[in-house]
C-alpha cells in the first residue's frame, strides 16, 4: 500500500528518499495554518518541526490521519491528548540533534563570555575597543545544568572538557545517574541557582516548566550570571529576563527559542548583552540529515504498524 504523508516544514533528501519507496510525498513547506486545515485530510501522515502545531482542529480535520512525526525533539506544539484520543500515534527524532544543540549552547557560553556579539559589532563599525571588551574565562567557573537529558549531559561533558566545574538538577533523574551523566546532583533548583556562574537550560515546555525561570529565579542566582536557553520559548519569562539584565543580576543571555517565533527585534533580542539565533539549536547539516533518516524510518514503522523506537503517544 502506497500512504500519502505530508511534509509541512521542509525535510531533507536522505529523509524524503526513504518515505519515497513506500509513500507519495507532499512537500507542502511553510503551509498557513488555513490550508493545513484543508489539505490534512487527504493524508495519512504529516512531519512537521516546530513551527507547524498540531491542533485539536487539525487533528479533527484529518480523517485519514494515522501518524504524526515531529523532526527534532519538542513536541509542544501538537496536542498530544487530542492525537491520543483520536488514536493517532505521535513519533519523534530524539536523538539525532543532541550534539548540534549541546555545541551552539557552548558557543553562546563563549560567545558571551568573551563577548563575541559585541566586539564583532563594533568592529563593523568601525572601531577598535580592544579595552572596553574585557572578557571572562569559563575554565574554573561553575556550570549549572537544568534538565540532565540527552542534551543536559552533551553539554555537561563538553564543559568539562574546558575546565568548568558541572553541577546538575533534575527532578526526574535519581542522583546517582546525574552523576553517572557527569555532573555533581544538586537536589534543589535554588542550590543550583546559587553555585552557577553559567546556567544552562535544557528542560521542555509543559505546564510546570512555562515561566520557571522567573523574576524570583533570577533574584536567587549569582549577580551577572550568563544563561543560555536553546530548549524551549517560555520556559523564561522574557519580561523578567529583560528586567534582570537592565538591573545587571544577568549579565548576559544566550537565546535560541522565544515565546513568540519570530519574536522580531524586540527590546530582548536587540539588547547588547543578548546573543540571539533563530532557533537554530538542531539547524546543523549532521543533524538535520540524521533527523531526516529517523523521522522518515519511524513514520513508515507507524504506518506498517511496526515497533516502535520512539513513540510519543
Ligand atoms: C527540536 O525540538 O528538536 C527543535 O526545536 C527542532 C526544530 O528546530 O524544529
Not at 70 to 92: F, P, Q, S, W, Y
Not at 246 to 260: I, M, N, R
Not at 296 to 302: C, D, G
Request: glycine share 10%.
Amino acid at each position: 500500500m502506497r500512504w500519502k504523508i505530508l511534509l509541512t516544514d521542509g525535510l531533507k533528501a536522505e529523509g524524503q528518499a526513504i518515505l519515497a519507496q513506500q509513500a507519495e510525498v507532499d512537500d507542502r513547506s511553510g503551509i498557513s495554518a488555513e490550508e493545513l486545515l484543508k489539505a490534512i485530510g487527504e493524508y495519512d501522515a504529516v512531519i512537521v518541526r516546530s513551527r507547524t502545531k498540531i491542533t485539536a482542529d487539525v487533528l479533527e480535520a484529518a480523517a485519514r490521519l494515522k501518524v504524526v512525526g515531529r523532526a527534532g525533539v519538542g513536541v509542544d506544539n501538537i496536542d498530544l491528548e487530542a492525537a491520543k484520543a483520536r488514536g493517532v500515534t505521535v513519533v519523534n527524532a530524539p536523538q539525532a540533534s543532541t550534539n548540534a544543540v549541546a555545541e551552539l549552547a557552548l558557543g553562546m557560553m563563549f560567545g558571551l563570555a568573551r563577548r563575541l556579539a559585541e566586539a564583532d559589532a563594533s568592529m563593523k563599525r568601525g572601531e577598535w575597543l580592544k579595552k572596553h571588551l574585557t572578557g571572562t574565562e569559563l575554565h574554573g567557573k561553575t556550570l549549572g545544568v537544568v534538565g540532565m537529558g540527552r542534551i543536559g549531559s552533551r553539554v555537561g561533558a563538553l564543559a568539562k572538557a574546558i575546565g568548568m566545574r558541572v553541577i546538575g538538577y533534575d527532578p526526574l533523574i535519581p542522583a546517582e545517574e546525574i552523576a553517572r551523566r557527569g555532573a555533581e546532583p544538586v537536589a534543589e533548583l535554588d542550590d543550583l541557582y546559587a553555585q552557577a556562574d553559567v546556567i544552562t537550560l535544557h528542560v521542555p515546555l509543559t505546564p510546570q516548566t512555562r515561566h520557571m525561570v522567573n523574576a524570583e529565579a533570577f533574584g536567587k542566582m549569582k549577580r551577572g550570571v550568563f544563561i543560555i536557553c536553546a530548549a524551549r520559548g517560555g520556559v523564561i519569562d522574557e519580561e523578567a529576563l529583560y528586567e534582570a539584565l537592565e538591573s545587571g543580576q544577568v549579565g548576559g543571555v544566550g537565546l535560541d527559542v522565544f515565546a513568540t517565533e519570530p519574536p522580531g527585534a524586540t527590546p530582548l533580542v536587540t539588547h547588547p548583552r543578548v546573543i540571539a539565533t533563530p532557533h537554530i539549536g538542531a539547524q546543523t547539516k549532521e543533524a538535520q540529515t540524521r533527523v531526516a533518516e529517523d523521522i522518515a524510518t519511524e513514520v513508515l514503522a507507524a504506518l506498517a504498524g511496526k515497533t516502535l523506537r520512539w513513540r510519543v503517544v
